[in-house]
C-alpha cells in the first residue's frame, strides 16, 4: 500500500521552464526524502527534510516539508535535460521509508 | 568506491528456479533494508535488519523469499520456486542508524534486475 501520492506522475517541458512536484499524504512522517532515479539505477538521495515548514534548496532545487509533516513540494527552477529522471519521495514512520508512485520527469533540450 | 553494491546487475532465469542476490552496505551503516521495484511504482519495503537481527519483514515477503545478514555486514536474499510475478528490480539501502535518534539517511545500491521467464 503506498500513503504517499505524487503528482503529476509524468511531466514533460521544454529547458528553462519551471516546475512544481507535489507529494502528499494523510500520515505524518518524522522525516521526508527525495530521491531521483534514472533507468536502471538505483535511487540517489536528494535532500531530507525533518522539521515542519523547513525548505531546503540545492542549487535550482527547493524542498519543502509541510508544516504537518504531511506532505511535501519539490521546485525546480530553469529546468536543464540533465533533470530528467524519476523523481521519488519517501516518507519515514518507525523504521520503514515509504515510498511514493514518483513523477517521470523529461526536459526536452 | 564505498557505495552500495549489489551482485549480479542483472539476472534472468526459469520459473521454479532459485536465485540468490547479494547486498554490501557502505561500512560503518549498521541498518540494511531490502524494497522490490517494478515498473512504474516506488520501491516497497520488504525487509531490514539492524546488524544482523532481521527486524521487520514486509506481508510482500512470502515463504518463498528469504533474506540473511550472517555477520551484520553483507546480507543475501534468496528466491525460491521463482514465480514470472517476482520479476522486479531488487533494491537494497543501508544507512547509520543512531541511537540518538536523530534521523538517518538511506543510500541505495544500483539493484539487481530480475526476469523471470
Known amino acids: 500500500t503506498q500513503l504517499l501520492e505524487q503528482s503529476p506522475q509524468f511531466l514533460s517541458i521544454q529547458e528553462g521552464e519551471n516546475l512544481t512536484v507535489y507529494c502528499n499524504s494523510s500520515s505524518v512522517f518524522s522525516s521526508l526524502q527525495w530521491y531521483r532515479q534514472e533507468p536502471g539505477e538505483g535511487p540517489v538521495l536528494l535532500v531530507t527534510?525533518?522539521?515542519?515548514?523547513e525548505v531546503k534548496k540545492l542549487k535550482r532545487l527547493t524542498f519543502q516539508f509541510g508544516d504537518a509533516r504531511k506532505d511535501s513540494s519539490l521546485h525546480i527552477t530553469a529546468a536543464q535535460p540533465g533533470d530528467t529522471g524519476l523523481y521519488l519521495c519517501?516518507?519515514?514512520?518507525?523504521?520503514?521509508?515509504?515510498f511514493g508512485t514518483g513523477t517521470s520527469l523529461t526536459v526536452i533540450p | 568506491d564505498t557505495g552500495v553494491s549489489q551482485d549480479p546487475r542483472h539476472k534472468i532465469t526459469k520459473r521454479g528456479q532459485n536465485v540468490t542476490f547479494r547486498c554490501d552496505p557502505i561500512?560503518?551503516?549498521?541498518?540494511l533494508y531490502w524494497y522490490r521495484q517494478t515498473l512504474g511504482q516506488g520501491p516497497e519495503f520488504l525487509t531490514y535488519f539492524q546488524n544482523e537481527a532481521q527486524l521487520e519483514k514486509s506481508r510482500l515477503l512470502s515463504d518463498r523469499f528469504s533474506a540473511e545478514r550472517p555477520k551484520g555486514s553483507f546480507s543475501t536474499l534468496e528466491i525460491q520456486r521463482t514465480e514470472q510475478g517476482d520479476s522486479a528490480m531488487y533494491l537494497c539501502?543501508?544507512?547509520?542508524?543512531?541511537?540518538?535518534?536523530?534521523?538517518?539517511?538511506?543510500?541505495f545500491g544500483p539493484g539487481t534486475r530480475l526476469t523471470v521467464l
Open positions: 561500512s560503518e551503516h549498521n541498518r
Open positions: 527534510v525533518v522539521t515542519g515548514g
Open positions: 539501502a543501508s544507512s547509520l542508524e543512531l541511537t540518538s535518534g536523530a534521523y538517518n539517511e538511506q543510500f
Open positions: 519517501a516518507g519515514r514512520s518507525g523504521n520503514q521509508f515509504y
